[in-house]
């Protein structure tokens, strides 16, 4: 495993330099054409490093924050999906990660997954509420581990890092054919009437560079981008050792009609298969994907019956699509990894249910409010929603509304804002169903409580406070 770390590390920085190379080669020649009687290549090269050292430390420190944003992109505690937190853990452990990942989950119904994190003691992963959905525990077990493996073999700091280097190259592109129409260029025209045909060959050259040097950038980071799947699946087989869980699961996620309407080119090859349209996709070509073919990582997944070492993956690989994936160096296993059975985490749920469940749990990200009456309608109240009491539509009944508009218990445990005693008392709540139900604790926090809830405390994060469940 850390020998097929250290062997992407290299590969990266290798592939890293060479993007560096186009985006400071454009920039000279560029530079040449906006200073042409000055030092303009230098100064170029100097306006090239400065844009893409600004966007570096801007992904660096802020990356996973602004893709998360932009991915719509909720974080949550372990009270809205214990078995997604529980599933996260093992795959933790099993990685041996310093440091458990946060969790996001994306509101929207079409099934996908991402990770981010420019180093595994500061990582995320992030799972769309459609996904949570439609997969049983193994095939969630598969796609986590797939996500925990991008961010163990560091494809994600790669993947952040390239993202940005392309970037970089894509704006100064367009940058200087937006100048073309001003006065940056006028200027070295008419000088370069005046000293030949050679000042007007580095502008037909800086036009030509300025158009392939983008889709060059392009190719070599999808190509990279559809590697690391290959190897990201070799390593979610290995940590679960159930690779028919992340198959069954890449089926159901490719196999949806659902447009996974916060994704755009930009964050497409995040995800752990392509969140595009698929008329899209369809005219994507092998160079131009996001991500190799699904089919094709489901033939190889479901060829590893024999065990899920990456011996055993090479050679699946190299009988569905020939060549290697894995370097040898990356082979010395230390003997055979059998699969494992099936776990009872499976279930089956009718369309009716299944959809409802998605539309709670979507509701719950986004902040609504769930009271059950004593009549036993569930009510969903959302989140501005500024009345303090509500009337139960069938039977009337007036309801105390938790705080509406406050934030429910969600993301990292908090410092509580107040200290309790040791004199204030033990609140407890009862439940008034199987849902989604949220309550006030006597500090005024509303807290919300999933249908997996099985615990029997839980602790106010606004005031520390201990809750009995019953």
Known sequence: MFELIRINKRKSFALFLLMGAFLLTLGYFIGRIWFPNSEGGLAGILIAAAVWLILTLISYFSGGSILMATSGAVEVARDAHPQLFNVVEEMKIAANLPAMPKIFII???????????????????????????????????????????????????????SGILLGSIVLISHVFFRSMWFGSTRRYRSGSSREGGGQAMVLVLTILLAILAPIIARLLYLAISRKREYLADASAARLTRYPEG?????????????????????????????????????????????????????????????????????????????????????????????????????????????????????????????????????????????????????????????????????????????????????????????????????????????????????????????????
């Open 107 to 161: 509101p929207e119904k079409a099934p996908n997954a991402f990770a981010t994190g420019v180093k595994p003691e500061k990582c995320a992963v992030a799972v769309t509420a459609g996904l949570l959905d439609r997969l049983n525990r193994d095939e969630l077990q598969g796609v986590i581990a797939h996500e925990i493996s991008h961010i163990l073999n560091r494809d994600v700091l790669f993947m952040t890092f």
């Open 246 to 470: 992340l198959a069954s699961a890449l089926e159901k996620i490719s196999g949806t009609d659902i447009v996974l309407q916060s994704a755009n080119d930009v964050t497409a090859p995040m995800y752990i298969t392509s969140p595009l349209r698929k008329k899209a996709r369809r005219k994507s070509s092998a160079l131009t994907s996001t991500h190799p073919p699904v089919k094709e990582r489901i033939r190889i997944l479901r060829a590893l019956s024999q065990g899920v070492s990456y011996n055993s993956y090479q050679a699946a690989f190299a009988h569905i699509r020939g060549g290697t994936i894995i370097p040898p160096s990356g082979l010395q296993d230390t003997g055979p990894i059998p699969v494992r059975d099936v776990s009872s985490g499976s279930r089956s749920r009718d369309k009716k249910t299944s959809q409802r469940d998605l539309g709670d749990l979507m509701r719950a990200v986004n902040n609504f409010i769930f009271l059950t009456c004593s009549c036993g309608l569930k009510i969903k109240i959302p989140p501005d929603f500024k009345d303090a009491t509500l009337s139960c539509p069938r039977c009337h009944k007036i309801h105390t509304v938790p705080l509406t508009g406050t934030p429910v218990r969600r993301g990292k445990k908090k410092k509580p804002a107040k200290a309790v005693t040791q004199s204030s008392p033990e609140q407890t709540y009862h439940r008034n169903g199987s849902g989604w139900e949220t309550f006030s604790c006597n500090c005024g926090q509303p807290l919300l409580l999933s249908p997996d809830f099985k615990g029997e405390k839980l602790q106010c994060f606004s005031c520390g406070r201990n809750i009995s469940i019953s």
